[in-house]
């Protein structure tokens, strides 16, 4: 695992905690691309944004988590439909995890597709105003994870060793 971690601390700047820096010690990163404009005055997030985080469960193997404010339309609604069976939480309640092996990453572009297909020039009105900035940002770092991942599986990472000799 700690070969995947790595390449996720560097391309995210750390664990999710920022306290941690031991990789053996973490396996949780925050991938929402956030900035200091998303958090409000009172220090916690703004509740127009979709937090997204990555844990690792292996070297060929993350959970991907998706909460807050979850870009939801029909063809986000179709997309689910399809990859039901990596999807561990209803999207209605406001969390979601996906189980993502190594080869799966593609769909990663599809949900991206999917969530920014919501605000796309023609498509039917939507009713949540704050879509007009979350879609795409949420697409981007799906895009951005999806990336992250392709460069980090493409060649084999060590395995991890079995103990002492």
Same mark, same amino acid.
Not at 133 to 140: D, E, G, L, N, Y
Not at 150 to 157: F, G
């Given at each position: ?14 664990f ?19 900035? @200091? #404009? ?14 997204i *985080? +990555?844990?690792? =469960? ?36 406001s ?20 969530? @920014? #297909? ?14 007009k *900035? +979350?879609?795409? =940002?949420?697409?981007?770092s ?24």
């Open positions: 695992m700690r070969a995947l971690k790595k390449i996720l601390f560097q391309a995210y700047g750390g999710s905690d920022k306290r941690i820096k031991n990789l053996d010690k973490g396996d949780r990163f925050i991938a929402d691309d956030r900035n @200091d #404009s998303d958090i409000g005055a009172d220090g916690n997030l703004r509740s127009y944004f979709c937090m *985080f +990555v844990e690792v =469960r292996s070297n060929e193997s993350v959970t991907l988590g998706l909460s807050g404010n979850i870009p939801n339309g029909k063809n986000v609604k179709h997309w689910f439909t399809l990859n039901k069976s990596k999807v561990e939480t209803s999207i209605n309640k969390n979601l995890s996906i189980n993502i092996n190594k080869g799966e990453q593609g769909f990663l572009n599809e949900l991206a597709i999917a969530i @920014d #297909s919501i605000v796309a020039p023609g498509a039917p009105r939507y009713n949540v105003k704050s879509y *900035f +979350v879609c795409p =940002r949420t697409a981007r799906l895009c951005r994870l999806k990336k992250i991942l392709d460069e980090a599986w493409k060649q084999p990472l060590p395995s991890e060793p079995k103990g002492f000799f």
